[in-house]
């Protein structure tokens, strides 16, 4: 049920939080990713594989609120169309939680977790990634990895087989609300974090990898969220920040009893 608490933050979450709708997230100029490196990778379904997520516990995925209907979570996926039934495990979505702050119109606070149906089995290609006590806002300059079997170019017509993954600089806030870059449709909020290409590559996510991470020396910092079109080198990614303030509604819900 939503709260006098989850209220309070919603308002406090408006009052710095302001932003304009646009678009979806996949991979640009990046390379496919040695098969379960990244064993807390999580594919999406709706009625077909739609976002990417990342297993944060044995029973709990974070991904992006704007992601449809979630039904189902296949883990130790590399190849979308192999059946790799020695490394696979898939779930039904018990509970879908956004949080309490999601604006649709907006995309602020683009946040969601899914509680499994039964919480998966550790191996080696299925893996949580831990979430930290805090989280630090990544200075500008800093290089991250995202990740997702989203499209690799704009004209593409269907998501990447295999898992894609790509080196993204993050952009200061100010640099990426300039007239240059965003122009402030939307707001870059200090609730986002806005990374892309280093100037010399086209480096992005677009559609097919929402809900994706934003891993910044090997920590989760952000979840793919929206930016316009794909690889356009000052349009960069957009992501929401996983600050010490989500963190703290994340470990909240993992712990509530009436999820």
Same mark, same amino acid.
């Given at each position: ?6 209220f ?15 678009q979806g ?18 594919l999406?379904?709706?009625k ?69 149906? /039964? *919480? !998966? ?10 979430? %930290? =006590?805090?989280?630090? +806002?990544?200075?500008? @300059? ?35 609300n300039?007239?240059d870059?965003?122009?402030? /449709? *939307? !707001? ?10 280093? %100037? =010399?590559?086209?480096a +992005?996510?677009?559609? @097919? ?42 470990? /909240? ?7």
């Open positions: 049920m939503f709260s006098l608490r989850d309070v933050l919603c308002v406090s979450c408006a009052v710095l939080l302001t932003v304009q709708s646009s997230s996949e991979i640009i100029d990046g390379k496919e990713v040695q098969p379960h490196s990244l064993p807390f990778m999580a999406l379904e709706s077909a594989p739609t976002c990417g997520g990342i297993l944060i516990s044995t029973s709990w995925v974070l991904t992006a609120a704007h992601c449809p209907d979630i039904k189902k979570v296949l883990l130790g996926v590399h190849s979308i169309k192999d059946q790799e039934k020695d490394s696979r495990q898939v779930r039904n979505v018990k509970s879908h939680v956004r949080h309490p702050c999601y604006d649709k119109g907006d995309k602020v606070n683009d946040l969601m977790l899914l509680k499994l149906d /039964k *919480p !998966v089995k550790q191996t080696k290609t299925v893996k949580s990634l831990p979430l %930290g =006590k805090t989280a630090k +806002d990544p200075a500008a @300059g800093t290089q991250c990895l995202v990740a997702g079997w989203g499209r690799t170019k704009n004209n593409a017509k269907a998501m990447s087989n295999v898992l894609m993954s790509a080196n993204v600089t993050v952009i200061d806030r100010v640099k990426c300039s007239p870059y965003y122009n402030l /449709k *939307p !707001v870059i909020t200090n609730s986002m974090i806005c990374a892309g290409s280093n %100037g =010399k590559n086209r +992005d996510t677009c559609q @097919g990898d929402s809900g994706g991470p934003l891993l910044c020396n090997g920590a989760l910092m952000g979840v793919t969220s929206f930016g316009y079109k794909c690889g356009i080198l000052k349009k960069p990614g957009v992501y929401a920040f996983v600050s010490e303030k989500q963190l703290t509604w994340i470990k /909240k819900t993992m712990k509530s009893p009436q999820i």
